[in-house]
């Protein structure tokens, strides 16, 4: 037998009890995204966007200031 010859180091990963210690921690990650999934379509998706386009934008500031200068015109 040779003297040099060692035993090849098995990783704990590899073992049954780290196989499976993966594969739970494979289905926690899953069910917490599944989870955050729902939380966003169920509270976050359904709430109203602000509508920021151009147009909007510029009838948005135009409104303002059509708006201002009236009240500042009134003394």
Do not use: C
């Not at 995204?33 to 510029?58: E, G, H, K, N, S």
Request: aromatic share 10%.
């Amino acid at each position: 037998m040779n003297a040099n010859h060692h035993p090849r180091a098995v990783s704990w990963f590899t073992s049954r009890a780290g196989r499976r210690y993966n594969m739970q921690l494979a289905w926690v990650v899953l069910a917490k995204l599944v989870a955050l999934t729902i939380l966003y379509y169920a509270f976050i998706a359904p709430q109203p966007r602000t509508d920021i386009t151009p147009t909007a934008m510029q009838r948005h500031l135009l409104d303002a200031t059509a708006t201002s200068g009236e009240s500042h015109d009134r003394r």
